[in-house]
C-alpha cells in the first residue's frame, strides 16, 4: 500500500543543471499536482494534470516542465535550476473527490 | 487565523486540553474545505473535509465548522495529545471547472505539552 513515492527524496544540484523530479502513484487517479512549500508561502501549485497526455499551469510554472504519459507516473523537471528554486516539492493525486493524496516529498537544494 | 509572512501563527496548548485552529478564506465560491496535517519531514495528510452545504463536521476527536457569512474555517481538536503536534492546513476548492485545484493557507503550528 504504497500509494505515491517521490524519488529522490533529497538532491543538491547546481544552478544551470536539469533535474527531474519523479512521481509515482499505485492507484489510477486521474488528477494528480505538483506543489512546492516554502517558509512564508505555504504550499503553492506548480502544475496539475487531470488525464494522462493532459496538463496544465498552476499558480508558480515558471521555470518547469511536467509531462504525463502515464496515469501512474507525473514527472517534474527543472530545466534549468536557480537558486531560487530550492525548496521542498510535494506531488498530490486525487481520485474522485477533491481530497488529495500527498507523498512524501523532494527536498531540492539549488547550489 | 493564518496569515502570510515568514512567521506563521502558533498555538500552544497542555495535552488533554481542546485545541481550536482557525483559517480565514477569501473566496465566496469556494464549496469545499478540507484540513491537513503535516509532520516534519513528511507530506501534509487528510484529517477532515466539509462541503459548502454543512456547517459542522464530525470525526474521530475532530470537528470543522464552517461560517460562510464570515468565511471563516475552524478545526477543534479534543482532549489534544502530544502527536497532534505539527502544522495544520486549511485549503479551499473554488469550485467550477478548477478541476478539484486546492488554494492552501499559510499554516498553524500547534504544539502540545505533556
Known amino acids: 500500500d504504497a500509494g505515491i513515492t517521490q524519488s529522490p527524496r533529497y538532491k543538491i544540484t547546481e544552478t544551470g543543471r536539469q533535474v527531474t523530479l519523479m512521481c509515482h502513484q499505485t492507484w489510477s487517479h486521474s488528477y494528480m499536482f505538483w506543489y512546492r512549500q516554502d517558509l512564508g508561502h505555504g504550499l503553492r501549485l506548480i502544475y496539475y494534470s487531470a488525464a494522462a497526455d493532459i496538463t496544465d499551469k498552476g499558480e508558480v510554472p515558471d521555470g518547469y516542465v511536467v509531462s504525463r504519459s502515464k496515469t501512474e507516473n507525473f514527472p517534474l523537471t527543472l530545466e534549468s535550476a536557480t537558486r531560487s528554486q530550492t525548496s521542498v516539492y510535494f506531488c498530490?493525486?486525487?481520485?474522485?473527490?477533491?481530497?488529495?493524496?500527498f507523498g512524501p516529498g523532494t527536498r531540492l537544494t539549488v547550489t | 487565523g493564518e496569515s502570510v509572512g515568514l512567521h506563521l501563527p502558533t498555538l500552544s496548548v497542555q495535552e488533554g486540553d481542546n485545541s481550536i485552529i482557525n483559517c480565514a478564506y477569501s473566496?465566496?465560491?469556494?464549496?469545499?474545505f478540507i484540513w491537513y496535517k503535516q509532520e516534519s519531514g513528511k507530506g501534509p495528510q487528510f484529517i477532515i473535509d466539509?462541503?459548502?452545504?454543512?456547517d459542522k463536521r464530525q470525526g474521530q476527536r475532530v470537528t470543522v465548522l464552517l461560517n460562510k457569512t464570515v468565511k471563516h474555517l475552524s478545526l477543534q481538536i479534543a482532549a489534544t495529545q502530544p502527536g497532534d503536534s505539527a502544522v495544520y492546513f486549511c485549503a479551499e476548492n473554488a469550485g467550477g471547472t478548477s478541476y478539484g485545484k486546492l488554494t492552501f493557507g499559510q499554516g498553524t503550528i500547534l504544539t502540545v505539552h505533556p
Open positions: 498530490a493525486a486525487r481520485g474522485d473527490s477533491y481530497e488529495q493524496y
Open positions: 473566496n465566496s465560491a469556494s464549496d469545499y
Open positions: 466539509i462541503r459548502s452545504n454543512m
